[in-house]
C-alpha cells in the first residue's frame, strides 16, 4: 500500500505509489480552476461571478454527476494531456472542496453587498489555500485534519468546520483599538507579548511572520489561535480657549472593551522549506466620546479604525542556522468618523464636505510584503532583520474629504533588527530595535499646521494627525522552568509620535502611551498541546498641548491622555 501522499490526503484510495502519482496533477485541476476565478471575481469586482462559482461549486458538492469543473477535466481536458479519469470525490475532498465553494459565494454576496474587505477575506483564504494545493500539493486542512484523526477519531464535516471555519475567524475579524506602539500593536500573540513583543530573533509560534517570517524555519510543525481582550482609558481636555463653553475635560472611553483574534500554522516542507499563513490584528485607533467636543461638532464625536493581516508565508534555510522569509501581507481594514460637523460646514475648508463625517463604516483594501533574515550564529545568540513595505491601500471614498490624499490611509513602511542570548539552557533574552514610519503617510504625517489654513482637508497637501515617526526599545526574558512551565517578562518603550503642538486633532487618535510592562507564562500539557498567558500594561502618559488649537478655533491647547491594560490567551497545537 502506497504512504499518504498529496492524492491520498483527500481520501483517495490507491494500490501502489505508481497509481498515486498519476493522480497528482489531475487533482489539482479543481483548486487551481477555483483560484484563478476567485483572483479574476476579486479583481474586475464581479460578485456575480463569485456568486455563480460558489454556487455551483456547493450544488456540485451535493450532487456529484453536477460538478461542473471535474465534467470540464472528465470530457476535455484530460484527453489534452491523456491524463486518467477523475471518479467521484472521496468524503474529506468533497466537503472541503464544499467549504472553499461556500467561503466564494459568501464572498460573491460581500461583494455585491459593497464589503469589498469582507469578500476579500473570504476570497483570499480561499485563493491561499487553493494555491497552496497547486503549487505544493498539500492541503493545509485536510493535513490538520489527518493529524489530529490520527489522535481522535471525529466526524469529517465536524473537523473540516472547526479547521477553516476558526481560520475564517482569525482572518475576518480586524484589530478594533488604540494599540500602544503609535497605533501598532505591541507583539502579536501571547508568546510575544509576554516579552515585550521582541521576537525578530527570537520566533515562539506560528505567528512569527508579523514579525520576522524567516522565524517560521526555526517553529515547529504548530497551529495557534489567540485572543486578546484590551481595555484602553482615554480622558482629554481643552483648556484656554476664548470661548469658554469649550473649556471641557472629556470621557473618550465610552467604549473601552475590544476582542482581537490571532491565528497562526506552520508546517515543514521537506528539509529546508517552511509555509505558513499567519492572521493577525495589525493595529487601529479609537475613541468613543459620552457626548460632543464642542471644537469638532454638536453629535458625540471618534473614530475607529480597525486593520488586520493575512499573510502567506514562505521561509528557506539556505544554511542549517540560517533563513530568508517572505510574507505576502493582504491588509483590510475600515473607518468610521462621527461628530465632526463644524470642519464639514466652514466654507471652504475640506475638498469634499459632504464626505467628512458620520458616513458609516467604510473599507479599504490593500496589499504590501515582508521580508526577513534569521541566523543562528552559535547555539547561545541569534541575530535577525526585518523590513515591512508600505502597504498600499484603497482610499476612503466615504472620508475623502477628511483624510489627506482623497481618502488615502496607507499602512506605514517598519523595520527592525533584533537579537537573542541564550546565556543559559532554560534562559532566553531578546531585544528588538523597530522603526515606524508614520510620517510616510500623508494622512497620519501631515501637520496640523500651517495645512489647515493653506490647504483644503482632502487635499493631497491636506492637514493630518501630525504622527513623527518612532523608533521602539523591545526587550524580554523567557526561562524554562521544567518541561511544563515557561516564563515570561518584558517592557516595551515607544519614542512620542505626537508633539504638543498636534494634540487638537489627536483628540480623535490619542495613542501617547510610550511604556508597557509585560508579563506571560506557558503550559504545556499532553506532550502536543499547550496554553498560553500575557498581561499588558500601558502606564499613563499625558500629553499636553502647546499653542496647538489655531487662533481661529479660539486658541487654546487640547491635552490628551492615556493608559491601557491587555490579557491575551492562546492555543497551540504541535504536530
Not at 484510495?13 to 485541476?29: H, K, M, N, T
Not at 489527518?146 to 482572518?171: H, M
Not at 526585518?386 to 482623497?406: D, I, N
Request: charged share 15%.
Amino acid at each position: 500500500m502506497a504512504k499518504i501522499t498529496s492524492v491520498m490526503q483527500w481520501g483517495y484510495i490507491c494500490g501502489s505509489d505508481q497509481e498515486a502519482s498519476s493522480l497528482v496533477w489531475p487533482v489539482r485541476f479543481k483548486p487551481a480552476v477555483t483560484a484563478v476565478l476567485v483572483v479574476l471575481g476579486l479583481t474586475v469586482r464581479s460578485p456575480w461571478l463569485l456568486v455563480a462559482v460558489g454556487g455551483l461549486g456547493i450544488l456540485g458538492t451535493f450532487f456529484q454527476k453536477l460538478s461542473w469543473i471535474d465534467l470540464l477535466y472528465n470530457h476535455s481536458v484530460r484527453h489534452l494531456f491523456k491524463a486518467p479519469a477523475l471518479g467521484p470525490d472521496p468524503s474529506v475532498r468533497r466537503w472541503l472542496c464544499g467549504l472553499a465553494d461556500f467561503f466564494v459565494l459568501v464572498a460573491g454576496l460581500a461583494l455585491a453587498r459593497g464589503h469589498r474587505a469582507l469578500a476579500w477575506g473570504f476570497g483570499g483564504l480561499v485563493i491561499f489555500l487553493a494555491g497552496s494545493v497547486v503549487l505544493t500539493g498539500i492541503c493545509l486542512p485536510a493535513f490538520l485534519y489527518y493529524k489530529w484523526k490520527g489522535r481522535k477519531q471525529v466526524n469529517t464535516k465536524i473537523a473540516v468546520a472547526l479547521i477553516v471555519g476558526s481560520v475564517a475567524v482569525g482572518t475576518l475579524v480586524p484589530s478594533r483599538l488604540l494599540a500602544t506602539d503609535g497605533y501598532f500593536d505591541t507583539g502579536y500573540g501571547a508568546k510575544a507579548q509576554g516579552i515585550g513583543g521582541a521576537g525578530v530573533a527570537f520566533p515562539q509560534d506560528a505567528l512569527a511572520p508579523a514579525t520576522n517570517p524567516a522565524g517560521i524555519s526555526f517553529v515547529e510543525n504548530r497551529f495557534d489561535v489567540g485572543l486578546e481582550y484590551f481595555r484602553p482609558i482615554r480622558n482629554t481636555e481643552v483648556t484656554g480657549n476664548q470661548a469658554p463653553s469649550n473649556n471641557i475635560s472629556y470621557d473618550a472611553s465610552d467604549d473601552k472593551n475590544f476582542f482581537i483574534p490571532s491565528l497562526g500554522f506552520n508546517h515543514q516542507v521537506g528539509d529546508r522549506l517552511n509555509l505558513g499563513v499567519a492572521a493577525y490584528g495589525n493595529g487601529g485607533m479609537n475613541t468613543t466620546y459620552t457626548r460632543n467636543v464642542t471644537l469638532f461638532g454638536s453629535s458625540s464625536a471618534g473614530i475607529d479604525l480597525e486593520q488586520g493581516f493575512i499573510s502567506p508565508t514562505v521561509s528557506y534555510k539556505v544554511l542549517d542556522n540560517t533563513s530568508l522569509g517572505v510574507a505576502l501581507n493582504l491588509a483590510y481594514q475600515r473607518f468610521k468618523a462621527t461628530g465632526l460637523e463644524n470642519f464639514a460646514a466652514f466654507p471652504g475648508l475640506s475638498a469634499s464636505p459632504n464626505q467628512l463625517t458620520d458616513q458609516g463604516y467604510d473599507w479599504s483594501t490593500g496589499i504590501g510584503v515582508r521580508v526577513g533574515w534569521l541566523s543562528k550564529l552559535t547555539p547561545w545568540f541569534s541575530l535577525g532583520a526585518t523590513y515591512q513595505s508600505k502597504t498600499w491601500m484603497s482610499r476612503f471614498k466615504e472620508y475623502q474629504g477628511l483624510f489627506a490624499g482623497q481618502g488615502s490611509f496607507d499602512i506605514p513602511e517598519n523595520y527592525a533588527v533584533g537579537i537573542a542570548v541564550k546565556p543559559i539552557s532554560k534562559l532566553t533574552a531578546a531585544v528588538d530595535v523597530e522603526r515606524i514610519n508614520y510620517s510616510g503617510v500623508a494622512s497620519v504625517g501631515n501637520a496640523l499646521l500651517p495645512a489647515l489654513g493653506q490647504s483644503q482637508l482632502g487635499s493631497d497637501s491636506g492637514a493630518g494627525f501630525g504622527w513623527k515617526d518612532v523608533t521602539v526599545e523591545k526587550v524580554g526574558v523567557a526561562y524554562d522552568l521544567n518541561d511544563e512551565w515557561t516564563l515570561r517578562a518584558g517592557y516595551n518603550h515607544t519614542s512620542q509620535p505626537i508633539p504638543s503642538s498636534e494634540t487638537l486633532f489627536n483628540l480623535l487618535a490619542p495613542g501617547v502611551v510610550q511604556d508597557h510592562l509585560t508579563l506571560g507564562t506557558t503550559y504545556k500539557f499532553a506532550k502536543v498541546h499547550e496554553l498560553s498567558f500575557a498581561y499588558t500594561h500601558g502606564f499613563e502618559k499625558t500629553v499636553s498641548g502647546s499653542q496647538s488649537i489655531p487662533a481661529n478655533f479660539g486658541g487654546g491647547n487640547a491635552n490628551i491622555t492615556l493608559y491601557e491594560d491587555s490579557f491575551n490567551i492562546s492555543y497551540g497545537y504541535r504536530f
